[in-house]
């Protein structure tokens, strides 16, 4: 048993969800896989770290997060699903719309907007996924404008 619980953690169990070892392995990796990973890295990685653990229990424990809303998925670049962990409740970030990099950022100032939202609609915001559309440093210095 760890004594500082990651915040993915900690909702599971707030959740009142048993932190079993499959669990833990599987949010481990999410937590140290920079931000996204699809379905068929985390399998790999899953087999590589603990072979007992089977296809069927990772998906399970995948629905139980986005049911918990500490994992959300976003499809990009094709068919690709990606998971994001996101316990804090929100997840943002920036993608170049030429080379299709994403990069990730902790702070979105949203909090002003969302106290807003709630008072003018009475609604109660758990999260959110903030992605925004540009082009990168590096695709604009290959690409100068017209
Ligand atoms: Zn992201
Ligand atoms: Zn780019
Ligand atoms: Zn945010």
């Given at each position: ?67 918990l809303g ?59 996924l903030l ?5 990168c440093a ?9």
């Amino acid at each position: 048993m760890t004594t500082s619980e990651s915040p993915s953690v900690r909702a599971l169990r707030q959740a009142g969800y048993k932190i079993t070892t499959p669990r833990l392995t599987i949010l481990d990796i999410l937590e140290n896989c920079g931000g996204h990973i699809t379905a068929a890295e985390l399998l790999a990685r899953v087999e590589a770290r603990d072979p007992s653990i089977g296809r069927a229990s990772v998906f399970r424990t995948l629905d139980l997060m986005i049911k918990l809303g500490i994992l959300w998925t976003s499809v990009q670049g094709g068919s690709t699903v990606h998971y994001m962990l996101m316990p804090n409740g929100h997840h943002h970030h920036i993608i170049c719309t030429g080379c299709q990099k994403r990069i990730e950022f902790d702070d979105c100032g949203l909090s002003a907007l969302i106290t807003n939202l709630e008072a003018r609609y009475g609604v109660k915001i758990d999260g959110h996924l903030l992605e925004l559309y540009g082009t990168c440093a590096d695709c604009r210095t290959q690409q100068p404008a017209p």
